[in-house]
């Protein structure tokens, strides 16, 4: 073993080393040195935010399963992007009750896996032990709230069957705020968008939208983000019947607005025990005042007045384009309001 790494036990039995890549071909899970203080630092779990990825622990799927220890209580922040997940994250990095996960680079691993023909019983696995190795906590008693990339929802049955302890946020933006966002971000949000589409049609999400596939290379960028709005919209209403109370559901509007409420609901949702004057100092901290993945500072009622903004400026494409939307949506049965909301 390299001499930088600690021992095989050692490294198992810390969170300090992140499970952070599924090689299929060796069968094998790469960890990584991440201590604590840069979960907080970075907005992702990506190679570029992580000094150490280039050179990682590589350790037997066998071999790690064997040394990981029992693991904690594991829940989940699902999203459709673009709606302050990365926030809501950041948030519950509370030690000694709970660590915030965001966006894990070895459940993207399994999904792309699996879209290479992985076998679903072989995925499945897999899946139950990443699971496993995330939920190793940094101190005993915490739970670990795992936010995940959005490409990883085609998953969230699998995850929640595998975890039935586990509960869940589904968290949103509203169609028009989502619409400006993807405008607002020029290329790279309309090629990112596309990209999404993508992965959702090969997920077969779009089928129930009823736009012919002959149609697809004819929607502009912003129907392209309408449609995967939609086609998430659809999931997380679909997950509300199917799971129940173990999921709630959380417009980005909401948690903005109202930070105290939301963040108090959300550890009643995860039994964590956190109390109204830690809530307050969260919601009057750094996480709630600065931008999540640039670091930037935000002044009062800075990201409301951004996102009317954006509508502002991209108001006839963003119209035009929810109005479609939403003839699709009363059509089909998609709910802008989902049930089940954290907050009445």
């Given at each position: 073993?390299?001499?930088?790494?600690?021992?095989?036990?050692?490294?198992?039995?810390?969170?300090?080393?992140?499970?952070?890549?599924?090689?299929?071909?060796?069968?094998?899970?790469?960890?990584v040195d991440v201590p604590r203080a840069h979960h907080a630092a970075i907005p992702f779990l990506t190679d570029d935010n992580l000094p150490s990825a280039g050179s990682p622990l590589i350790v037997r799927r066998s071999d790690a399963m064997t040394l990981a220890p029992p693991p904690g209580p594991i829940h989940f922040i699902f999203h459709s992007a673009y709606c302050c997940s990365t926030l809501l994250a950041a948030a519950v990095d509370l030690p000694g009750i709970a660590m915030g996960l965001k966006e894990p680079v070895l459940l993207n691993d399994i999904v792309g896996w699996r879209h290479r023909g992985a076998?679903?019983?072989?995925?499945?696995?897999?899946?139950?032990?990443?699971?496993?190795?995330?939920?190793?906590?940094?101190?005993?008693?915490?739970?670990i709230v795992v936010k995940p990339s959005n490409i990883v929802n085609p998953l969230i049955p699998a995850i929640m069957a595998l975890r039935p302890d586990a509960r869940a946020v589904l968290l949103h933006a509203p169609l028009d705020a989502y619409l400006a966002s993807i405008a607002r971000k020029g290329l790279a949000g309309r090629l990112w968008v596309r990209d999404l589409f993508g992965k959702l049609m090969n997920e077969g999400m779009l089928k129930?939208?009823?736009?012919?596939?002959?149609?697809?290379?004819?929607?502009?960028?912003?129907?392209?983000?309408?449609?995967?709005?939609?086609?998430?919209q659809l999931q997380f209403q679909s997950l509300c019947d199917k799971l129940g109370s173990r999921v709630a559901t959380l417009n980005s509007d909401v948690l903005i607005?109202?930070?105290?409420?939301?963040?108090?609901?959300?550890?009643?949702l995860f039994d964590l025990a956190i109390d109204a004057d830690t809530i307050a100092a969260i919601v009057s901290g750094p996480v709630f005042t600065r931008d999540a993945k640039t670091g930037s500072e935000f002044g009062t009622g800075q990201r409301q007045r951004d996102a009317q903004q954006a509508i502002s400026l991209y108001a006839d494409e963003v119209e035009k384009v929810g109005h479609w939307a939403r003839v699709?949506?009363?059509?089909?049965?998609?709910?802008?309001?989902?049930?089940?909301?954290?907050l009445p």
């Open positions: 073993m390299n001499a930088a790494f600690p021992p095989l036990a050692n490294a198992m039995a810390t969170a300090q080393w992140l499970a952070h890549r599924y090689d299929p071909g060796h069968d094998a899970f790469h960890f076998k679903g019983p072989d995925v499945a696995r897999v899946l139950d032990e990443s699971l496993r190795l995330l939920a190793r906590p940094f101190a005993m008693g915490e739970a129930a939208l009823g736009i012919a596939p002959t149609d697809y290379l004819g929607l502009t960028d912003i129907q392209v983000a309408a449609a995967g709005w939609l086609a998430q607005s109202r930070p105290q409420d939301v963040l108090a609901s959300l550890a009643k699709i949506a009363h059509n089909i049965g998609i709910s802008e309001a989902l049930p089940r909301p954290l």
